[in-house]
């Protein structure tokens, strides 16, 4: 299913032939650990699926940092995209990105957690309007879904977020 053509949040710069996979040297390049076997998996954004171990095969809880820089790339994903603007003197930040990593675990493949540090990353701070943080910013296909301003236990966050991770069928 392509529905990104028409959205004009997303860079035109994507390829519209499935040749990205091939384009392996490019692009910012994340570690995720994984959470079955322990393995470091170098992970670089893919606009189609979604990461899975290289030792042990199990989906990857796909939760990278972005910056300014990389950002774009990074958000270009058929999964849905929970934007954390946080900053490490934040407390509430601390609090909340424990409970994300659990649900990026929770829904392999369906939910990306790009974190963004406000303090280094003024661009998006402002694109996204995080005046106050923790900020998070659902995105689907490129337009922005909901936001949530401050911190929220496991269980109301996740009744919050469980619409936009369920497959519609
Ligand atoms: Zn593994």
Known sequence: MTTNEASPDQPASKPSSGAAESKRSSGPVSIIVCTNCGARNTIRPSPRGAPHCGTCGKPLPWVVDATDATFDIEAQTTATVLVDLWAPWCGPCRFVSPILEQLAREFPGRLKVIKVNVDDNRALSQRYEALSIPTMVVMKDGRVVDRVVGAMPKPALTAR????????S
């Open 161 to 168: 977020l469980t619409p936009y991770l369920i497959r519609r």
